[in-house]
């Protein structure tokens, strides 16, 4: 039988070159106070030994440790995963995020952590005293919470807050919730509708209230009520089904309406069909999130795509630079709203 292969370590590189552990190991780090001879000879023996550093071998210098942290709301993870709804809100954030630690030769370590565990400073503590990492991202609703930022801070652990405008600690990035709730508003102006619902996601979470701050200004400016066809939402399929019969319900229906993420609008286009209504000649439907099932449903839904995986990267690189100061606002990565078959204009009203 063959045998294995023995893996190249840093102690193989540096019993070649002959020189000490941590000298290997400041090179491999980039360091300086290492003379250019001694670059080249340890670089002459990575090459002839093939060898890749590993984080162990770039962590001897006690400097970094190369790991960046993300943490995510265990409870909706954990529910989201089980009821299999196809939010693709991880594959994106671990996209954008690995990639760019990659690019830096940094890994990307993701985390579940309740947000709402009166112990969460005992639990994310123990989490960063086994893995020290060299940043943390936080995504909503850890994102405002008080008790996780502060505990980074006093760790003095660079961290970045996904969905946050929040004053303190920490860099803040957005991801346009307003003025994408905004455009979405104005594009079904734009196609005639001047009934347009608005389902509201949980408010818990901050950028719910800026998605609704977005769809109050754009039907202010266009002198449209925006609180008759206002409902309230949680994010999942039941609070969007029960907001979409409300509003149906209506005696002067909306012909239009927006819900604040997929699954919301998924409901209200079941409850459509439920009720006889054909989409969009009917009811115009525009979502936020773009998460695959929008290309799936009948028709396909015009959606606000949220720029997670980019979001993610300028969090990665705002935390690994370390000579840049926190900016003094969020950093606000722009949505896109597109456009797909479930939007048209309204019905013309029969004459009476």
């Not at 001694?38 to 770039?58: N, T």
């Not at 009166?118 to 990492?133: K, M």
């Not at 001047?194 to 800026?210: A, H, K, M, N, Q």
Request: proline fraction near 6%; include cysteine; glycine fraction near 8%.
């Amino acid at each position: 039988m063959a045998r294995r292969r023995q893996a190249v370590t840093i102690k193989h590189v540096a019993q070649d070159a002959g020189v000490s552990l941590q000298t290997v190991s400041r090179v491999i780090n980039n360091e300086p106070n290492v003379r250019p001879a001694m670059k080249e000879r340890i670089q002459a023996s990575i090459d002839k030994l093939g060898y890749v550093p590993s984080i162990a071998a770039q962590r001897m210098s006690g400097s970094r440790s190369y790991l960046i942290l993300a943490i995510n709301d265990r409870e909706r993870t954990i529910a989201d995963w089980r009821a299999r709804q196809g939010s693709d809100w991880i594959d994106q954030m671990l996209l954008g995020g690995m990639l760019k630690c990659a690019e830096h030769g940094y890994r990307m370590i993701f985390e579940l952590v309740d947000t709402h565990n009166d112990h969460v400073e005992r639990e994310l503590g123990a989490t960063i005293a086994a893995l020290q990492p060299d940043g943390v991202i936080l995504t909503p609703p850890h994102s405002d919470n008080p008790l996780i930022a502060g505990l980074l801070a006093k760790h003095g652990i660079p961290f970045a807050r996904i969905g946050s405008r929040g004053t303190g600690a920490g860099f803040a990035l957005t991801m346009g919730d307003e003025t994408s709730a905004y455009e979405a508003t104005r594009h079904l102006i734009d196609l005639g509708h001047s009934r347009i619902g608005f389902i509201t996601g949980s408010d818990e979470y901050s950028l719910s209230e800026w998605r609704h701050q977005g769809y109050v200004r754009a039907m202010t400016e266009a002198g449209l009520d925006p609180q008759t066809w206002c409902a309230e939402g949680d994010f999942s399929y039941a609070s969007g089904a029960a907001a979409a019969r409300r509003l149906l319900a209506m005696a002067d229906r909306p012909t239009a309406i927006i819900a604040s993420n997929d699954q919301m609008t998924l409901a209200a286009l079941d409850t459509a069909t439920q009720a006889g209504l054909a989409v969009p000649a009917d009811l115009s439907l525009v979502c936020f999130d773009n998460t695959p099932v929008t290309r799936f449903t009948n028709p396909q839904l015009t959606a606000v795509d949220q720029p997670i995986a980019a979001t993610f990267s300028r969090a990665v690189e705002l935390l690994l630079d370390r000579d840049a100061a926190a900016p003094k606002a969020p950093v606000d990565v722009p949505g896109e709203l597109i456009v797909r078959g479930s939007t048209a204009p309204p019905a013309a009203r029969p004459s009476g």
